[in-house]
Nanobody
């Protein structure tokens, strides 16, 4: 059975840092492009970052560029998101997910019909 388990969220002050982890199982992780997606209170899903299967290529949504770093360890079936200089607008439930296909231009729309989610991990940035 395919599984994604997020962890590492918590309450941090603005300007703080946090590292999220995602443990994957039940599929060939090393061949799967992976993403982080978040949902802020009262908002829709927002794609945050993607990493290719080998970990050599990454992309980010504009609001997190320069602050977030996505990485993976294929030997451990783990995906990570290192977040620094956190802002209150980063407050959201963060999910790891498979790439839904298509391009970055339509990724948010595609995730509205995506059906493989973990529980997510809550990140709250507040003073």
């Amino acid at each position: 059975e395919e599984s994604l388990v997020e962890s590492g969220g918590g309450l941090v002050q603005p300007g703080g840092s946090l590292r999220l982890s995602c443990a994957a199982s039940g599929f060939t992780f090393r061949k799967s492009p992976m993403t982080w997606v978040r949902q802020a209170p009262g908002k829709g899903l927002e794609w945050v970052s993607v990493i290719n299967d080998g970990g050599s290529s990454t992309s980010y949504t504009d609001s997190v560029k320069g602050r977030f770093t996505i990485s993976r360890d294929n030997a451990k079936n783990m995906l990570y998101l290192q977040m620094i200089s956190l802002k209150p607008d980063d407050t959201a439930v963060y999910y790891c997910a498979k790439w839904p296909g298509g391009t970055i231009a339509d990724v948010n729309a595609r995730y509205r019909e995506y059906d493989f989610w973990g529980r997510g991990t809550q990140v709250t940035v507040s003073s």
